[in-house]
């Protein structure tokens, strides 16, 4: 499975962007997805998780209220809406899908929160 993530970008504080991951796979729908982030010298921490059918979400307290996580099944792809950024938001953000012990990363997708 390949995913590419697109989106990304320089933002000001208080602006939103809408991160998308296209898969590769004809099995979409059988795959959670995740987002992730790796801010510059940090560890990657996990941001948004929905469950293989887009019924249910989960997200980290930093981005709860702000971030929407979602997916399309006929395109594939799983987004990370992102509003109301702020500074300490800046980091590359990696899409993730898993099966069982299957994980795929996508290569990322710098997001930049800057006056």
């Known amino acids: 499975v390949q995913l590419v993530e697109s989106g990304g970008g320089l933002v000001q504080p208080g602006g939103s962007l809408t991160l998308s991951c296209v898969a590769s796979?004809?099995?979409?729908?059988?795959?959670?997805a995740y987002w992730y982030r790796q801010a510059s010298g940090q560890a990657r921490e996990w941001v948004a998780i929905?469950?293989?059918?887009?019924?249910?979400?989960i997200y980290a307290d930093s981005v709860k209220g702000r971030f929407t996580i979602s997916r399309d099944k006929y395109k594939n792809t799983v987004y990370l809406r992102m509003d109301n950024l702020k500074p300490e938001d800046t980091a590359m953000y990696f899409c993730?899908?898993?099966?069982?012990?299957?994980?795929?990363w996508g290569q990322g997708t710098q997001v930049t929160v800057s006056s």
């Open positions: 993730n899908m898993n099966r069982g012990p299957n994980a795929y």
């Open positions: 929905i469950n293989n059918d887009g019924t249910r979400t």
């Open positions: 796979t004809t099995e979409f729908a059988t795959y959670n």
